[in-house]
Structure formats: C-alpha cells, structure tokens
C-alpha cells in the first residue's frame, strides 16, 4: 500500500517563496498523474495543480505564473515551488496520485497525503 508523505509547509512573509514535496512510500512505480490539492477551513478543496508522467501539467487560474509543479518519477516524488505568496495561499496543501488525470483532477483520486500546512502571513 502506497503512503505519501509531505513536508515543506511552514509561514512565511507575504511575497516570500516556499517548496513544497511530496514522496511516495511502499510503492513500486510512478503513478501517471500526481497533483496538489489545498483546503481552507469551510471551503471546498481547490485543485492547485497536476503533472502527469508525460510532462501535461495545469494549475490553478490564481497560481499561474507564480507556482510550478515538477515531479521526480524515479522516487515517486511530487513538487510544488511556490513563489510570489500571499495571503490568500494561505492553506493546508495535500499531495494526490492516481494512474489517471481524471481522477487526480476531479478529486477522485486514491492516493492522498495526510497534508502540510502553508501560512502566509505578516
């Protein structure tokens, strides 16, 4: 059973840059797609990002330009560099995976990590 594990969450400064990862554990492949989702208390879990294995990758209408996802299919591994933060980033951050894009982009997906938390803040 595959586990994925996050870190890199933390506060930071409004403008300031934080990397988030992701790793998979347990597992003996790369999934086709992985993504990030983040959640604010009492709002829908919003899609960040995803990237499958091909290199396609989308994000989110509010982080374009500002946050890249990048992967490391070797070690199963996921990334999220945020740059340019604000406020409003301000979030818990859960990594996805799933053999399809349909499934990590409709929130279907079977994989998710237990999440780390970004406060962006003054």
């Known amino acids: 059973q595959v586990q994925f594990v996050e870190s890199g969450g933390d506060l930071v400064q409004p403008g300031g840059s934080l990397k988030l990862s992701c790793q998979g554990e347990?597992?003996?492949?790369?999934?086709?797609?992985m993504g990030w989702y983040r959640q604010v208390p009492g709002k829908q879990r919003e899609l960040v990002a995803a990237l499958t294995i091909t290199g396609f990758s989308n994000y989110a209408e509010s982080v374009k330009g500002r946050f890249t996802i990048s992967r490391d299919n070797a070690n199963n591994t996921v990334y999220l560099q945020m740059n340019s933060l604000e406020p409003e980033d301000t979030a818990v951050y859960y990594c996805?995976?799933?053999?399809?894009?349909?499934?990590?982009?409709?929130?279907?997906?079977?994989?998710w990590g237990q999440g780390t938390r970004v406060t962006v803040s003054s």
């Open positions: 347990g597992g003996r492949y790369s999934f086709f797609c």
């Open positions: 996805v995976s799933d053999d399809t894009r349909t499934a990590v982009v409709t929130g279907a997906a079977r994989y």
